[in-house]
């Protein structure tokens, strides 16, 4: 027996988890999974955000937040390299929702595979040639990449340059839930779907063979591929696949907006999810989504000190950093321990 | 599409070139901090935007000059220039060594992973953008026109002006000196050390504390003396220009082999170049386009830089 930390919810969450048997985690699971869904409707509670509608703020930022954050952890978190430029797959997967929601008679749905599909390609195509770098000059590149989607995006006619793309299409009602837009209830569902999703794949990858091979990439390049651990495949498969998360999450961006324009793509979307993984916690899936919970929806939070808000978003920043330097909730030493035990419980 | 560029061949290499200097002075600021840190100093672009208001307020509000009044002559243009300078490398170098002190000390010292640092300097540069920000009420600021844009002289066809020649010359001179400093000094040969082998250095007796403070200080300053010539010849800022100056100056330091002094020369320089040429041919709007698929090409094919040497080999 040690003597539980409070302050390491980390570990009191963990303890929680690994005591429970197989029914009680399901009710947990459960449990979090309605509480969370729930959260909409307690928009007349201290959490109401003073400006923006609230259940607006939990679809966008906090909802897609966390999604893009998940995906950016794939590759920063799991594999450890450094992409400054995630918005660019994010513009990839809002723009082809704008233009094939615009052109043709596809719905959201029918876009989703499309938009996830280019992102994906977009990935490939960045990361055969960039991803034989390392470190801070991957950093650079894929900054670069980032900041020539949105210019290209700026400059084009088939995007419509600076004015954007406005009147794509709403995703069609599934059912009874319809979706509006002064009511984004639905949206957040959405969002919470994919996210469960994003969470399972990666959960899964983790512990298999892909997995095994980030991490060993993460910790020592050279030594994994002398461990005959293909590399280069590897970083761009989790390259890809958090282009395919960016993607998804910029088709529903652009289908729950209504209007985009290459504004809104700025390198300082990357800098915010990147500051939101960091934060939460590098690396650990639960880490990432607070952190992103709280980047995303701390600014929407104090609005009342309106024209500050930023300001002390960046001080919070600093201040979280210093103090925590691995993130609120940091992950494991030994991941592996504790994945073994899941299995055995 | 080429005709405009060998029309104004000339005044355009002009005008590059003397952006090409402010490029180098600001990409000294990050490749100093990355020769000992081996970090990005994020924070640069917000230094350099400080550094901008520092001429602007000396200008303004200690020698009143306003939009309407007439440009300085003599004695007192030169005064006021230079008390401008060094207002802005004095601003710009004390927001440099707060940035070190905030953002980066308390981290370094823990000896802490690289992106908590680097977030940390990210914060820090949103702070400093936004207290800009709510300072100038999201305005852009005009800068009184102190000196006056007089044609000196054309040559080929190409005006030059007064405020590119003294650009030109003050910014190399600024270089040089600051590159006699690294080189000659006993503090410039403590930093060369520290960013050779931070721990032999501190087994030799180098105080790190004492030579990261001043290489933060150093970068300031050149960022600061970067600023005022940038003032100088576009006679405007804003609290959000820092970034794509602070963009364009990295790329620069990339290009000439980050963490090597005489690499961000010929890196500013070309990029300078580059720059104007790129929009003359292709249009304004595709020049940061042009500036990043080169500088693509050259990570891929030489990252050290086109001009650097290996960062691990040498430094000078």
């Known amino acids: ?345 | 599409m080429f005709a405009v560029l060998i029309d104004q061949f000339w005044s355009l290499t002009i005008a590059g070139v003397a952006l090409g200097f402010i490029y180098v002075l600001i990409s000294l600021g990050y490749t100093m901090v990355y020769g000992v840190l081996r970090m990005i100093n994020f924070a640069n672009s917000e230094i350099f935007m400080w550094g901008t208001f520092g001429t602007v307020i000396t200008s303004r509000d200690i020698f009143h000059y306003t939009q309407t009044s007439e440009p300085a002559t003599g004695a007192k243009l030169a005064l006021v220039l230079i008390t401008s300078l060094f207002m802005s490398m004095l601003v710009a170098g004390l927001t440099a060594v707060f940035v070190e002190f905030v953002a980066y000390r308390r981290l370094r010292m823990k000896g802490t992973n690289r992106l908590a640092t680097l977030i940390s300097a990210i914060g820090i540069s949103i702070a400093l953008q936004e207290v800009m920000r709510l300072l100038t009420d999201s305005r852009p600021v005009g800068s009184p026109r102190v000196l006056e844009k007089i044609i000196l002289t054309e040559v080929w066809g190409a005006n030059i002006r007064l405020d590119t020649v003294i650009t030109i010359i003050a910014a190399a001179s600024i270089f040089f000196i600051l590159e006699r400093f690294i080189k000659l000094s006993r503090m410039g040969k403590a930093i060369r050390a520290v960013s050779q082998n931070e721990d032999a250095a501190k087994l030799m007796g180098v105080n790190l504390n004492r030579v990261i403070t001043t290489t933060f200080l150093v970068g300031g300053l050149a960022t600061g003396a970067a600023a005022f010539f940038y003032i100088t010849v576009f006679e405007y800022t804003k609290f959000n220009i820092g970034f794509t100056m602070g963009m364009a100056a990295f790329t620069a330091a990339v290009l000439g082999g980050i963490g090597n002094i005489r690499g961000a020369f010929y890196g500013g320089l070309s990029l300078g170049l580059l720059e104007v040429y790129a929009s003359a041919v292709l249009g304004t709007q595709w020049k940061a386009v042009t500036v990043f698929i080169v500088l693509v090409l050259v990570l891929l094919f030489k990252p050290n830089g086109l001009f650097g040497e290996a960062v691990q080999t040498t430094r000078a």
């Open chain 1, 1 to 345: 027996m040690k003597i539980r930390n409070y302050w390491n919810l980390r570990d009191w969450g963990a303890d929680i988890w690994e005591r429970a048997n197989r029914p009680k985690r399901i009710a947990i699971a459960v449990g979090s999974v309605i509480l969370v869904g729930l959260l909409p409707f307690a928009g007349a509670s201290f959490l109401a955000t003073p400006i923006a509608a609230y259940d607006a703020v939990l679809v966008y930022p906090v909802g897609i937040f966390v999604l893009m954050a998940l995906g950016l952890n794939i590759v920063v978190g799991k594999s450890g390299m450094l992409d400054l430029g995630y918005v660019a797959f994010f513009a990839i997967g809002a723009y082809t929702m704008a233009i094939m929601g615009t052109t043709t008679g596809l719905n959201t749905w029918e876009i989703m595979p499309f938009g996830i599909g280019f992102a994906m390609l977009a990935g490939v195509i960045l990361g055969l040639p960039t991803l034989r770098l390392r470190g801070d000059y991957l950093a650079i590149v894929t900054l670069g990449f980032g900041e020539i989607v949105r210019l290209v995006l700026l400059n084009s006619s088939w995007s419509k340059g600076p004015n954007g793309i406005a009147n794509v299409p709403m995703p069609p009602d599934i059912g009874p839930l319809k979706f509006k837009l002064d009511d984004q209830k639905v949206f957040f569902w959405v969002v919470i779907l994919m996210i469960l999703l994003t969470i399972w794949m990666i959960r899964r990858l983790s512990v298999r063979r892909p997995g095994r091979a980030w991490e060993a990439i993460r910790q020592d390049e050279d030594a994994a591929e002398l461990m005959g651990v293909p590399t280069l495949k590897f970083k761009i498969w989790s390259f890809t696949l958090g282009a395919a998360v960016g993607g998804a999450a910029g088709v529903l961006y652009a289908s729950k907006n209504l209007f985009i324009a290459p504004e809104m793509f700025t390198l300082n979307v990357s800098i915010l999810i990147l500051s939101c993984v960091v934060f939460g916690g590098i690396g650990n899936i639960w880490g990432v989504v607070i952190g992103a919970t709280i980047l995303g929806y701390l600014p929407d939070r104090i609005r009342f000190i309106s024209d500050a808000r930023l300001l002390v978003f960046g001080l919070v920043l600093v201040v979280v950093m210093n103090f925590r330097p691995d993130g609120l909730l940091p992950r494991k030493k030994r991941e592996k321990v504790i994945v073994k035990k899941g299995v055995h419980a």
